[in-house]
Every structure is written in structure tokens, then in C-alpha cells.
């Protein structure tokens, strides 16, 4: 069961954004119990989305990730960065939201 969020990880790390972004859909229906290993998977999905350009999914995903986990994504160096990238050049409709969760990561914009 725990394999299909594992196959997101590697997708990412491999920079395949479609296979990533399949991978990701499939560890949807995976329950993970451990609510900072949770919180490290949504960062990895963000990441898939990344790969993919969609920004208002990445900033969806990380929403979710702070709520599963806020102490995980507040120390997790690619949640950050990618809150700050979508701070500073994200799509200007979602900049508000972006800038509402570095806020609650304690990020300074």
C-alpha cells in the first residue's frame, strides 16, 4: 500500500512530471496514518504538480500539507522554496494565498 506515495518520490526525483503526476492520482486512495509522513507525501505531490506547472494545484496540495502536518512543511526545504516562488512569481491570482501560507511557515516575504 505504502509503495504508491513511494512512487510519487521517485517520479519527482526522476523529473517526470507525467509519471509523477499518475503516480499521484493513484496515491490518492492510500491512507497514511502518520500524520507527518502525510505531510512529507503532499509536499512530494506539490512537487509532481510543480513538474507539471500547474501552480494553483502546488498551492492547493501545500494547503493541504500544512494542515496535515504544519510542523513538516514549516522545516521542509521544497515547501518553502515553492511558497516563495509562488510569493514572488507565482500567477498574481494566487499570490494572496501564497503569501497567507508563508505567513503560517514563518517565512518572511
Aim: charged share 20%; hydrophobic share 40%.
Amino acid at each position: 500500500m505504502i509503495m504508491r506515495p513511494h512512487a510519487v518520490t521517485i517520479a519527482v526525483e526522476l523529473h517526470q512530471g507525467g509519471e509523477s503526476a499518475r503516480q499521484s492520482n493513484h496515491a490518492e486512495s492510500v491512507p497514511i496514518p502518520s500524520r507527518p509522513r502525510r505531510g512529507r507525501h503532499l509536499i512530494e505531490v506539490a512537487r509532481a504538480h510543480l513538474l507539471q506547472r500547474d501552480h494553483a494545484a502546488v498551492l492547493g496540495t501545500l494547503q493541504l500539507a500544512h494542515q496535515a502536518a504544519p510542523e513538516t512543511i514549516r522545516y521542509n526545504g521544497y515547501a518553502r522554496r515553492m511558497t516563495l516562488d509562488l510569493c514572488e512569481t507565482g500567477p498574481a491570482a494566487l499570490r494572496p494565498q501564497a503569501r497567507e501560507l508563508a505567513d503560517h511557515l514563518g517565512l518572511m516575504i
